[in-house]
């Protein structure tokens, strides 16, 4: 008899281990540890100068929550994200129903209409932030020829990135624009994995609309739209380059979101505990949408 | 007769109405959609006197079109660096992903290893804890390597993405190839590792191919590791050279920025677009299917 090592299912459980090594030990190495990592920075006094850091215990955590500006940040990661979340919701929500009917250039559209997602984000918000110029705005110039506004210098011309809260407003706009075509491309798929045998059988059955919408559509592409949403929300949560790039936080704290006050106190203050207990200030948020993603892979598995 | 003559053209003028009706409603997410890159493009090759008038229609040319902020970028930045910085990290990033990712895909879909799933998912969930949580550590682990303000600072970063996003693209791909081709190869005496580099490797193109794709536009999508990391002009890639190098204090040169962020932007929208659906089933495929 073979002995246990030499079996054939023995060689196949070691040629398949050695096989994920790699990347297990890859994402281990650089995203498992330095998770567990940055938890020990948090409870650290660690700077990006000096290589030895004592333990502090909770002290950065506490000087996070003493700090107003924690709470402007916080204050406006929810808002930022539930805002940006629900306009992405309905206007996916249309332009997934208008893309899941047949017509003529359905595939030019689709692709036209997907392009602020596809392109690189940083090299977008450029084009925003000219667009959003306080002198020289392309939509200020459109809203003034339509008599909304009066000319420059009035007083209600508006200041995009310069006002607080039109500013808030902005960067959310630029983040649902980024976002909406995923939005409409995850449901559309959900949308046609509907089979059309279902709601036909609906509709002979005397369901009108509403109903077929409610009842049979709604839950059918429910875990798509869960799946999609809380996608969104990871990719929200964890993108600084809007309003890094567009704002930086200003003006006076209006646009500061946990991202960008974590950047500006690890990386730009050099604060590296400091920096790494505010980041981890947005796991809490990120939990609900990664316990919501493991859930559905689960059920596919088993 | 009349009749026959008539039910096409009801059939046909409904199909019209229909069509106008869908056109309508999209036109505002047309216009949403492609105006800013419209923009952007014609602001990359308009004179600069033509940038700054308010009181003419600035959605055409009052000035001949230039090709100058090109020249700019090409003669006066390091744009030629960043684009040769960015092609480097992305043939690293994508070697790197290859190497881990298709092994670990196919084993994950072949060999019904026990944990094989958990250590699926946990791959997956590694995609899931995302750059802001992990860009502090990060900034430690790479002034240990000494590799900070260099871009193979990201070559070693950018993988913590690509694997787990390619690892379940090829998880996927490996098991639609069927398996008797597999068993055929070996009942012919290759080992299963001869079986997986002579028969599955070569149907397994289409696959590889998409999982390099992702690995040069995911890789093109970050902006916060380069920022982090890299500060150092001649090494930054495209995104954050364009993003951070081309305004001095509070002057922008518009003209040079969108030309500079566009010339590498429009190829990634583009290859991007084409993947597009891919990228969606690799991350949604679960609930779909």
Same mark, same amino acid.
């Given at each position: 008899m073979l002995p246990w090592w030499r079996t054939p299912t023995a060689r196949r459980y070691l040629f398949g281990y050695t096989l994920l090594a790699p990347a297990v030990l890859y994402v281990t190495?650089?995203?498992?540890?330095?998770?567990?990592?940055?938890?020990?920075?948090?409870?650290?006094?660690?700077?990006?100068?000096?290589?030895?850091?004592?333990?502090?215990?909770?002290?950065?955590?506490?000087?996070?929550?003493?700090?107003?500006?924690?709470?402007?940040?916080?204050?406006?990661?929810?808002?930022?994200? !539930?805002?940006?979340?629900?306009?992405?919701?309905? @206007?996916?929500?249309?332009? +997934? #129903?208008l893309l899941l009917q047949p017509f003529k250039g359905r595939k030019v559209v689709r692709a036209l209409v997907v392009i602020p997602f596809t392109i690189p984000i940083a090299v977008s918000v450029l084009g925003w932030k000219w667009m959003f110029d306080s002198q020289f705005s392309v939509i200020n110039w459109a809203l003034s020829r339509l008599g909304l506004i009066g000319a420059w210098g009035s007083p209600d011309w508006p200041v995009w990135l310069g006002q607080p809260h039109l500013a808030l407003a902005s960067v959310m706009f630029v983040n649902v624009w980024r976002g909406f075509p995923f939005s409409a491309i995850v449901l559309l798929a959900g949308l046609t994995s509907v089979p059309p045998e279902v709601i036909d059988a609906a509709r002979v059955d005397g369901a009108t609309?509403?109903?077929?919408?409610?009842? !049979?559509?709604?839950?059918?592409?429910?875990?798509? @739209?869960?799946?999609?949403? +809380? #996608?969104?929300?990871?990719?929200?949560?964890?993108?600084?380059?809007?309003?890094?790039?567009?704002?930086?936080?200003?003006?006076?704290?209006?646009?500061?979101?946990?991202?960008?006050?974590?950047?500006?106190?690890?990386?730009?203050?050099?604060?590296?505990?400091?920096?790494?207990?505010?980041?981890?200030?947005?796991?809490?948020l990120l939990l609900p949408a990664i316990i919501v993603l493991l859930r559905t892979l689960r059920r596919r598995q088993y | 007769?009349?009749?026959?003559?008539?039910?096409?053209?009801?059939?046909?003028?409904?199909?019209?109405?229909?069509?106008?009706l869908i056109y309508l409603g999209l036109i505002p997410f047309l216009i949403l959609a492609v105006f800013p890159i419209f923009w952007m493009a014609i602001t990359a090759i308009k004179q600069e006197p033509d940038l700054y008038r308010m009181d003419i229609v600035p959605f055409w040319f009052h000035l001949p079109p230039t090709w100058k902020?090109?020249?700019?970028?090409?003669?006066?930045?390091?744009?030629a660096d960043w684009i040769v910085n960015t092609m480097a990290i992305s043939f690293w990033v994508s070697a790197i992903t290859l190497l881990t990712a298709v092994p670990a895909g196919y084993a994950l879909a072949r060999l019904r290893l026990p944990f094989g799933e958990n250590l699926g998912i946990g791959i997956?969930?590694?995609?899931?804890?995302?750059?802001?949580?992990?860009?502090?550590?990060?900034?430690?682990?790479?002034s240990t390597l000494e590799l900070q303000?260099?871009?193979w600072s990201l070559v070693v970063v950018y993988p913590t993405f690509t694997i787990p996003f390619c690892t379940w693209l090829l998880m996927g791909f490996f098991k639609t190839v069927p398996f008797e081709i597999e068993e055929a190869a070996m009942v012919d005496g290759c080992g299963q590792l001869g079986a997986l580099c002579r028969v599955v490797l070569p149907?397994?193109?289409?696959?590889?191919?998409?999982?390099?794709?992702?690995?040069?536009?995911?890789?093109?999508?970050?902006?916060?590791?380069?920022?982090?990391?890299?500060?150092?002009?001649?090494?930054?890639?495209?995104?954050?050279?364009?993003?951070?190098?081309?305004?001095?204090?509070?002057?922008?040169?518009?003209?040079?920025?969108?030309?500079?962020?566009?010339?590498?932007?429009?190829?990634?929208?583009?290859?991007?677009?084409?993947?597009?659906?891919?990228?969606?089933?690799?991350?949604t495929g679960a609930a779909i299917k």
């Open positions: 190495l650089l995203v498992g540890l330095p998770f567990l990592f940055s938890l020990y920075l948090a409870m650290s006094d660690a700077t990006v100068g000096a290589p030895v850091a004592e333990f502090v215990g909770v002290e950065n955590f506490r000087a996070a929550l003493e700090s107003p500006t924690f709470y402007v940040a916080l204050r406006n990661t929810l808002v930022f994200t !539930v805002g940006a979340g629900i306009m992405k919701g309905l @206007l996916g929500t249309m332009l +997934a #129903f609309f509403m109903q077929r919408f409610r009842i !049979v559509i709604v839950p059918m592409i429910a875990p798509i @739209l869960f799946i999609g949403t +809380a #996608f969104d929300t990871v990719f929200t949560l964890s993108d600084l380059s809007i309003v890094y790039l567009l704002t930086n936080g200003g003006p006076d704290g209006a646009t500061e979101i946990l991202p960008t006050l974590a950047y500006n106190i690890g990386i730009r203050a050099g604060a590296l505990g400091r920096g790494a207990a505010v980041s981890l200030f947005l796991f809490p | 007769m009349a009749t026959a003559v008539a039910v096409p053209r009801t059939h046909r003028s409904k199909e019209i109405r229909r069509h106008t902020n090109f020249d700019f970028l090409f003669h006066r930045t390091f744009y997956f969930v590694t995609y899931l804890v995302p750059a802001i949580i992990l860009f502090i550590p990060l900034a430690r682990v790479v303000d260099s871009w149907v397994s193109v289409p696959g590889i191919i998409t999982s390099v794709i992702f690995s040069f536009t995911l890789s093109m999508q970050d902006f916060l590791y380069s920022l982090a990391f890299v500060s150092i002009s001649e090494q930054k890639p495209v995104p954050l050279g364009v993003a951070t190098e081309l305004i001095r204090g509070d002057v922008y040169f518009w003209g040079s920025l969108m030309a500079g962020a566009l010339l590498v932007g429009v190829p990634v929208a583009i290859v991007y677009n084409l993947f597009l659906d891919k990228f969606i089933s690799g991350i």
